[in-house]
């Protein structure tokens, strides 16, 4: 069976809102974040159908808070707490929270080609 630890998956983010350790696990991600600072994601999801992520993620908060919120619905998880996000989410996390989430990866993928460019798009406009 494929098998991941926080430890062994390769750090693919690592900016100040943000460090993202990832690996595949057959047709799925595993995502381990950790969030130094608050962090809102809001603007890295403009573009996608209704500005939200499109991608549905199952997770653990390790600590501090996720909210996500829903075009109806705003829905907080806390250190502890199991979730289901399904599409149609933007993340607001505080800082020091932490995470794991399984997502599908090709929906991922989809939804992180977006991120990105929104990402290079918001670093060149600061300059």
Not at 53 to 79: F, K, M, N
Request: with cysteine.
């Amino acid at each position: 069976m494929p098998r991941t630890r926080k430890d062994e998956a390769p750090l693919l983010v690592d900016a100040p809102v943000i460090q993202g350790r990832y690996a595949e696990l057959d047709d799925y991600t595993v995502s381990f974040e950790t969030f130094p600072g608050d962090a809102d994601g809001t603007e890295a999801f403009r573009g996608l159908p209704d500005d939200r992520c499109q991608c549905p993620h199952w997770g653990l908060v390790l600590s501090g808070r996720l909210t996500l919120h829903y075009r109806d619905s705003i829905e907080t998880y806390q250190a502890g707490d199991a979730y289901y996000a399904p599409p149609g989410h933007v993340p607001v996390v505080a800082a020091g929270t932490e995470t794991v989430a399984f997502s599908p990866t090709a929906a991922l993928e989809r939804t992180m080609t977006v991120v990105a460019a929104n990402v290079t798009l918001a670093e060149g406009g600061a300059r």
